[in-house]
T-cell receptor, first 113, second 110 residues
Framework: AQSVAQPEDQVNVAEGNPLTVKCTYS??????LFWYVQYPNRGLQFLLK??????LVKGSYGFEAEFNKSQTSFHLKKPSALVSDSALYFC???????????FGTGTRLLVSP | NAGVTQTPKFQVLKTGQSMTLQCAQD?????MYWYRQDPGMGLRLIYY???????DKGEVPNGYNVSRLNKREFSLRLESAAPSQTSVYFC?????????FGPGTRLTVL
């Protein structure tokens, strides 16, 4: 069965500092990995995905994520955080033959001025 | 191009009442999904439709029914609402592998 773990309920970072939101996964076969962001009272917005190829994936709003197969991780990163990045972030996984996404429980990112 | 739209945005029901949540997408996607979001639990899949004319149960289907009316529309029905169904409901569509989400329906069952 597929599963995703986001070990931190909340991440606090000061504006201008780098941020990392952690995600580890479990899936049989090759994974498709995703990050979504949810702003208050809004739906989920797609940020980036890893399907195959380069382990460093770049996405929207300056975010990137690094796929690490040996550690089964897909951490979300940004070199310089903005207050406007404050939101709820979800990691999700599916395997190549399976249409359904499995989501983590989410990590709230708070960026302080 | 509106993407995925959902109606209503908010709804309050009494226990035992029924209602249908509507979802439509204009991206010509084959697959559509219904999720519920509860605090601390992430998103859980209720039902999905891989293509027009097919539907399958997800992780938490009890108390819900769905209809894939055509390629654009996928509705979720609560026949007899219960307080445990108080949640935020999201519809999504995809042309694999990426799913795109609607704005959500906030449902309260009293």
């Amino acid at each position: 069965a597929q599963s995703v773990a986001q070990p931190e309920d909340q991440v606090n970072v000061a504006e201008g500092n780098p941020l990392t939101v952690k995600c580890t996964y479990s899936v049989s076969g090759n994974p498709y990995l995703f990050w979504y962001v949810q702003y208050p009272n809004r739906g989920l917005q797609f940020l980036l995905k890893y399907i195959t190829g380069d382990n460093l994936v770049k996405g929207s709003y300056g975010f990137e994520a690094e796929f690490n197969k040996s550690q089964t991780s897909f951490h979300l990163k940004k070199p310089s955080a903005l207050v406007s990045d404050s939101a709820l972030y979800f990691c999700a996984v599916r395997n190549t033959g399976f249409q359904k996404l499995v989501f983590g429980t989410g990590t709230r990112l708070l960026v302080s001025p | 191009n509106a993407g995925v739209t959902q109606t209503p945005k908010f709804q309050v029901l009494k226990t035992g009442q029924s209602m249908t949540l509507q979802c439509a997408q204009d991206m010509n996607h084959n697959s559509m999904y219904w999720y519920r979001q509860d605090p601390g639990m992430g998103l859980r899949l209720i039902y999905y439709s891989a293509s027009e004319g097919t539907t399958d149960k997800g992780e938490v289907p009890n108390g819900y029914n769905v209809s894939r009316l055509n390629k654009r529309e996928f509705s979720l029905r609560l026949e007899s609402a219960a307080p445990s169904q108080t949640s935020v409901y999201f519809c999504a569509s995809s042309e694999a592998p990426t799913q795109y989400f609607g704005p959500g329906t906030r449902l309260t069952v009293l």
